[in-house]
């Protein structure tokens, strides 16, 4: 019943930045861990940002003083800003929900949301 709702994606020069949004419908964001996951053509899918319930954010290092997660709780929307691309950024960004234990821990081996086909970011050299 989860539904993801993307924009934002696109192509840019490396350098360039972008706003990533994932509207979410079926279950609010301001209970679960919410996090912005990547996955480039032959490359496994990592998470490149999370944030808590209360906020707090956590960031991959090869993303870290690039890419900025947020979250609107009252829209249910998570948002990525992605600065400073780079061509290895390229991929497919999906966003997803882990349930939560207390407001600061996520527990990522029970992602409750489903891969779509979420947005793509292509930066060229």
């Known amino acids: 019943q989860v539904q993801l709702m993307y924009s934002g994606g696109g192509s840019v020069q490396s350098g360039g930045s972008l706003r990533l949004s994932c509207v979410v419908s079926?279950?609010?964001?301001?209970?679960?861990?919410m996090a912005w996951f990547r996955q480039a053509p032959g490359k496994e899918r990592e998470r490149v940002a999370s944030?808590?319930?209360?906020?707090?954010?956590s960031y991959a290092d090869s993303v870290k003083g690039r890419f900025t997660i947020s979250k609107d709780n009252d829209k249910n929307t998570l948002y990525l800003q992605v600065n400073s691309l780079k061509p290895e950024d390229t991929a497919m960004y999906s966003c997803?929900?882990?349930?939560?234990?207390?407001?600061?821990?996520?527990?990522?081996?029970?992602?409750?949301?489903?891969w779509g086909q979420g947005t793509q970011v292509t930066v060229s050299s």
């Open positions: 997803a929900a882990a349930e939560s234990v207390g407001g600061n821990a996520c527990i990522w081996g029970r992602i409750v949301t489903s």
């Open positions: 079926g279950l609010p964001v301001s209970t679960y861990c």
């Open positions: 944030i808590t319930r209360d906020a707090s954010p």
